[in-house]
């Protein structure tokens, strides 16, 4: 029998809001998009051809809404699995008005190797993944040599990986793996400096008050 993969997130999804429990269940059939093993058509499901960017780990959804809000130009596929987190994203976007996002509410690297096409994106990112900062744990952790080549396969020539965290030694680990993918070449000597249109999150925010670093890898497709 074969073993089940290794996820790089632990299903805990936590008490629901009434808000976000009412935007999950009145949004998702307009704004979501269900898993199936098939390729998705980008154009037919935001009505026109614009460049997409898949945001993976939405959370509860401040930096997607706030970056889809800032580039009404580009479209936004977020995958995040939990629901409290999926709800909160939907009623941002409900609020706000935005008709450039979609939700996935799946597991990333089933709907990247199954539903995404190859070089279709503009751009992946992967802000503040879990670290799962113990040794043992380390075989879970999203951004791995398998991962980042599925993912480099699904830009487009000058598409970029963006990957942003908290914690030195994943930051580390990232631009190694990045670093030894043939098919991306780094933007910068070594980490990056945050673009200004990445969003700082509240998360963020306090780590940088507390001293905490944060460190931004981005690399393009050559």
């Known amino acids: 029998m074969p073993h089940p993969p290794i996820?790089?997130?632990?299903?805990?999804?936590?008490?629901?809001?009434?808000a976000q429990q009412r935007a999950h269940a009145e949004?998702?059939?307009?704004?979501?998009?269900?898993?199936a093993p098939a390729p998705l058509d980008f154009a037919a499901i935001f009505g026109r051809a614009a460049p997409v960017v898949l945001e993976i780990g939405s959370g509860m959804g401040e930096t997607t809404a706030r970056i889809a809000a800032?580039?009404?130009?580009?479209?936004?596929v977020a995958i995040e699995v939990h629901g409290p987190g999926v709800g909160s994203l939907l009623r941002r976007v409900a609020d706000e008005g935005l008709a450039n996002v979609r939700v996935i509410q799946h597991d990333a690297v089933e709907v990247l190797r199954e539903m995404v096409p190859e070089g279709s994106l503009a751009a992946i990112h992967v802000f503040f993944?879990?670290?799962w900062p113990k040794k043992r744990h380390h075989k879970r952790r999203l951004v791995q040599p398998e991962f980042v080549q599925l993912a480099?396969?699904?830009l487009a020539r000058g598409g970029r990986l963006h990957v942003a965290t908290d914690w030195q030694e994943y930051a580390d680990h990232?631009?190694?793996?990045?670093?030894q993918t043939p098919a991306l070449a780094n933007t910068a000597a070594g980490f990056a400096p945050r673009p200004p249109w990445r969003p700082e999150t509240k998360f963020e925010r306090r780590g940088l008050r507390l001293g905490h670093g944060v460190w931004d890898v981005l690399f393009?497709?050559?």
């Open 220 to 222: 393009r497709k050559e």
């Open 129 to 131: 993944p879990d670290p």
């Open 152 to 154: 480099a396969s699904r």
């Open 27 to 35: 949004l998702m059939p307009r704004l979501g998009i269900a898993f």
């Open 70 to 76: 800032e580039n009404p130009d580009t479209d936004y």
């Open 7 to 18: 996820r790089s997130y632990v299903l805990r999804q936590g008490r629901f809001s009434p």
């Open 174 to 179: 990232v631009l190694a793996v990045l670093s």
